[in-house]
């Protein structure tokens, strides 16, 4: 694991998808980050890219060629991350394009996530660059999973995530195969969103061009636990597997498959373009109250 830690948080990343692996509270002596229960989810923080949630058929085309994906793209369980440790509150991950990726992924690319601490901040930041000589085509997302409740004499009831002018946003409903229907949810109570074990019956709640920019997990009568800021990522999810003890918040640049995709990743709704040798820079930010 590499770590970092200051006078507040102590902050665990796993170097095999540079997926974070504890977010914890030294003043409050308590653990932020969801610990991975495969009874219901074994993953805590995967990292989205090039793409996120699934493919239909898992497939896409591109130049008139079929290519296979996995869910959520080939970053999560990579051992091919290099890591970087820059300082004690500061370590980075880098993945260049292999032979391996390029089976996948027709694209020439260098992905670096950098995580740094920054008092009760941890600020994850992204650089992708395009280093081949075509437009490269991608997605890109977070997925961390937050304890909730956090205490043992709390209920997942008495917790709400607070978003400042998401109100009115409706939620995608996904369809069997995980694809995004043109089905949609009301969810916000004002800007609030009330945790309740049937909320996610329907799987994630998806945001398409949320006009909010943080997202705040509180209690009912103590008030917020955390937040994240996402102004960098226009679209956000909100998922948990019901009846654990878990909420993730998801800043994403894209999202899912449509049902009626045309399975073109140039044509994909919410795909992202670079063109050749260009950088893209994006980050948000998980602030512990």
Same mark, same amino acid.
């Given at each position: 694991?590499?770590?970092?830690?200051?006078?507040?948080?102590?902050?665990?990343?796993?170097?095999?998808?540079?997926?974070?692996?504890?977010?914890?509270?030294?003043?409050?002596?308590?653990?932020?980050?969801?610990?991975?229960?495969?009874?219901?989810?074994?993953?805590?923080?995967?990292?989205?890219?090039?793409?996120?949630?699934?493919?239909?058929?898992?497939?896409?085309?591109?130049?008139?060629?079929?290519?296979?994906?996995?869910?959520?793209?080939?970053?999560?369980?990579?051992?091919?991350?290099?890591?970087?440790?820059?300082?004690?509150?500061?370590?980075?991950?880098?993945?260049?394009?292999?032979?391996?990726?390029?089976?996948?992924?027709?694209?020439?690319?260098?992905?670096?996530?950098?995580?740094?601490?920054?008092?009760?901040?941890?600020?994850?930041?992204?650089?992708?660059?395009?280093?081949?000589?075509?437009?490269?085509?991608?997605? =890109?997302?977070? @997925?961390? %999973?937050?304890?909730?409740?956090?205490?043992?004499? !709390? /209920?997942? &009831?008495?917790? +709400?995530?607070?978003?400042?002018?998401?109100?009115?946003?409706?939620?995608?409903?996904?369809?069997?195969?995980?694809?995004?229907?043109?089905?949609?949810?009301?969810?916000?109570?004002?800007?609030?969103?009330?945790?309740?074990?049937? =909320?996610?019956? @329907?799987? %994630?709640?998806?945001?398409?061009?949320?006009?909010? !920019? /943080?997202? &705040?997990?509180? +209690?009912?009568?103590?008030?917020?636990?955390?937040?994240?800021?996402?102004?960098?990522?226009?679209?956000?999810?909100?998922?948990?597997?019901?009846?654990?003890?878990?909420?993730?918040?998801?800043?994403?640049?894209?999202?899912?498959? =449509?049902?009626?995709?045309?399975?073109?990743?140039?044509?994909?709704?919410?795909?992202?373009?670079?063109?050749?040798?260009?950088?893209?820079?994006?980050?948000?930010?998980?602030?512990?109250?």
């Amino acid at each position: 694991m590499n770590i970092l830690e200051n006078e507040f948080l102590k902050v665990l990343i796993n170097p095999i998808g540079a997926e974070l692996h504890s977010i914890y509270n030294k003043e409050k002596n308590i653990e932020h980050l969801w610990q991975g229960d495969p009874k219901f989810w074994a993953s805590r923080a995967p990292v989205l890219f090039p793409v996120i949630g699934v493919l239909k058929n898992n497939s896409y085309s591109y130049k008139g060629k079929s290519y296979q994906m996995p869910k959520h793209g080939f970053i999560r369980y990579n051992d091919d991350l290099v890591a970087e440790q820059l300082s004690d509150t500061k370590v980075s991950f880098s993945l260049h394009d292999t032979d391996k990726t390029l089976e996948v992924y027709p694209f020439h690319f260098r992905f670096e996530i950098t995580y740094e601490l920054l008092g009760k901040k941890l600020v994850v930041s992204h650089h992708i660059t395009n280093t081949g000589k075509d437009m490269m085509y991608f997605n =890109l997302g977070g @997925h961390p %999973a937050f304890n909730c409740p956090l205490y043992d004499d !709390e /209920k997942y &009831t008495d917790y +709400h995530i607070y978003l400042e002018k998401g109100s009115g946003t409706p939620s995608n409903i996904l369809s069997n195969e995980g694809l995004i229907s043109d089905q949609t949810i009301e969810v916000f109570e004002e800007d609030k969103i009330k945790l309740t074990p049937t =909320l996610f019956d @329907h799987d %994630a709640l998806i945001f398409k061009n949320i006009n909010a !920019e /943080k997202a &705040t997990l509180s +209690h009912e009568t103590k008030g917020p636990m955390l937040s994240m800021e996402f102004k960098d990522f226009p679209d956000l999810g909100i998922w948990a597997k019901p009846k654990a003890s878990y909420v993730c918040i998801e800043p994403w640049l894209g999202y899912a498959d =449509l049902e009626n995709t045309t399975q073109n990743i140039e044509e994909k709704e919410g795909i992202q373009q670079l063109a050749p040798e260009k950088k893209h820079q994006s980050a948000y930010t998980i602030m512990i109250h």
